[in-house]
C-alpha cells in the first residue's frame, strides 16, 4: 500500500471496545435465556470468540447492530480454533475447562509462541491436564473450585480468564495475587462486566473472592474503543482538527489516557458529546507502558513531529509478547521512516526530528504497526510505502475506509 502525506481532518465515530465486546460476548454465552449485545463493527479477534463460543455450545444470531446469544448448551468433544486472538484464548481456556472434560485448543500466527505457563500451571494444579504446554494442545480433566495463586504482572488476561471461568464452577474460589497487578483497568473492565451479568467478585488484601452465582442474560451496548480512537485522535494532535463520537470520557479503559498524554504533548482537547483534538504546540513527552501498552506504536510516531529532545516510553517488557515484538517493530517503523530511536530492553526513547522522510515499513502483520504507519505520513515528507495493510482487520477492518473519509490518501 502506497500511502500519501495528507492532513486529517473532520468527524468519526469510535469502534466498538474490542476489550468489552469480548467480555460481554463471554458472559452472555454463560448465561441462561438470550442476551442481546449492540456493537455496529466486528474485527477478526471478536469474531473469533464468537465462533469459539458457537463450538462450546452457545447459538448465536447475528444483525446489523448486535448479537443476539443463547446460553451454551453442553455438546461432544469441542476442538477450539481461537485463531491469533490473545484474548479468546487466555479467557476461554479456564472457562472451557469448567464445561467440558476434554478440549482441544488450536491457534494460529504468533499465537503458540505467546506466553500462556502460568495460567496453565494454575489449571494443572486444579484438575487439568494437557498433553503439551503449547498450542496446539488437548485437555482432559475439569477445573476444579478452589485457592489459586497467580502473579499480576505477566498477564492480566490470566486473571480475567480465572475470574469469569470461577463464577460458572459449584463452589466458592478465591485467586490471590503474588505480584503487583500491571493493566489493572482490564481487570476492572471484566469486572465491571462480571458484574452487570449478576456475577459476586469481592477483591481485598490482593485476594478476588468469587461466589459460584453464574450469569444473568440481559441487554449489553458495547462502548467505543479508546485503544483504537487513539490513532485518530493523534491525527488530529498532528495535524487537522479531529472530532470523534461514541467515547464514553469516564470508561474503565486504559487508552482513555491518550488524552492526557496529548495535553501534555500541548494539544488542545475538547471533551463533550464529541472528543475533539487539534494541534497547538508539541513538546516532549514521557509515558509509563505499564497500564497502555498498546499505545507504544502511535505515540512514538507523536513523539517524532517534536522539534528536538528525546522521548522516553519506559516499562514496556511486555510488549515483546504482542503481535510482534512492538518494542523492536515500532522501533524498525521509525528508523525506516527517517526517524532516530533508541531500543532498548523495556523501553524507547525516539527523537524528535520535526517529523519523518516516508519510506518502507513492514507491519510484520501487527494492526497497531500498520495503523500507527499510517497516520505517520501525516508528517512525513515523502510517501510511506506498507507491507501487510490488511493486518487491521485484527481490531478495525474500517480503519482505511475512516482514514480515507479524514482526507486519507493511499494505493493499493
Not at 451454551?72 to 491469533?84: A, D, H, Q, S, Y
Not at 479468546?88 to 478440549?103: A, G, K, M, Q
Not at 470523534?244 to 488524552?259: H, P, T, Y
Request: glycine share 8%; with cysteine.
Amino acid at each position: 500500500m502506497k500511502i500519501s502525506s495528507k492532513i486529517l481532518e473532520g468527524e468519526v465515530k469510535a469502534v466498538p471496545s474490542k476489550s468489552y465486546a469480548h467480555r460481554a460476548l463471554i458472559c452472555a454465552a454463560l448465561s441462561q435465556g438470550v442476551s442481546t449485545i449492540y456493537f455496529d463493527k466486528t474485527s477478526e479477534d471478536i469474531e473469533a470468540t464468537i465462533s469459539c463460543l458457537e463450538e462450546l455450545g452457545a447459538s448465536v444470531k447475528r444483525y446489523l447492530n448486535r448479537v443476539e446469544i443463547r446460553g451454551i448448551t453442553l455438546g461432544e468433544f469441542p476442538k477450539i480454533n481461537v485463531r491469533e486472538s490473545g484474548s479468546t484464548f487466555r479467557f476461554l481456556l479456564p472457562i472451557s475447562t469448567v464445561l467440558y472434560e476434554s478440549i482441544e485448543f488450536i491457534g494460529e500466527g504468533r499465537l503458540p509462541d505467546r506466553p500462556i505457563a502460568e495460567l496453565i500451571e494454575v489449571l494443572k494444579a486444579n484438575g487439568v491436564e494437557f498433553d503439551r504446554d503449547r498450542l496446539p494442545f488437548r485437555t482432559h480433566g475439569k477445573f476444579k473450585a478452589g485457592k489459586y495463586e497467580l502473579v499480576g504482572n505477566v498477564s492480566s488476561q490470566y486473571i480475567s480468564g480465572i475470574l469469569m471461568a470461577a463464577s460458572i464452577m459449584n463452589e466458592k474460589s478465591e485467586l490471590k495475587l503474588t505480584s503487583s497487578l500491571e493493566s489493572k483497568n482490564y481487570v476492572d473492565m471484566t469486572l465491571q462486566v462480571m458484574k452487570e451479568f449478576g456475577a459476586k467478585v469481592s477483591f481485598k488484601d490482593d485476594v478476588y473472592k468469587i461466589l459460584p452465582t453464574g450469569y444473568k442474560s440481559r441487554k449489553y451496548r458495547v462502548e467505543g474503543d479508546w485503544s483504537n480512537a487513539a490513532f485518530f485522535l493523534v491525527a488530529g494532535a498532528l495535524g487537522g482538527k479531529i472530532s470523534m463520537s461514541d467515547l464514553n470520557v469516564e470508561s474503565l479503559q486504559g487508552d482513555r489516557k491518550i488524552l492526557d498524554i496529548l495535553r501534555d504533548f500541548g494539544a488542545e482537547v475538547e471533551m463533550g458529546n464529541r472528543v475533539t483534538i487539534e494541534p497547538k504546540f508539541r513538546k516532549n513527552i514521557e509515558v509509563d507502558l505499564k497500564d497502555v501498552p498498546d499505545l507504544l506504536p502511535i505515540l512514538s510516531v507523536l513523539a517524532t513531529s517534536v522539534n528536538g529532545g528525546v522521548s522516553k516510553f519506559y516499562n514496556g517488557g511486555r510488549l515483546r509478547l504482542k503481535e510482534s515484538d512492538r518494542l523492536s517493530s515500532t522501533a524498525e517503523m521509525i528508523r525506516n521512516l527517517g526517524g532516530k530511536v533508541e531500543e532498548r530492553e523495556s523501553e524507547l526513547l525516539v527523537y524528535g526530528t520535526s517529523g519523518l522522510s516516508g519510506g518502507e515499513v513492514d507491519s510484520y502483520n501487527d494492526h497497531r504497526i500498520a495503523m500507527a504507519s499510517s497516520i505517520a505520513s501525516i508528517i512525513s515528507g515523502g510517501e510511506i510505502y506498507l507491507s501487510g495493510a490488511s493486518a487491521v482487520n485484527k481490531s478495525y477492518p474500517k480503519f482505511y475506509e475512516d482514514f480515507k473519509k479524514l482526507g486519507g490518501e493511499y494505493e493499493l
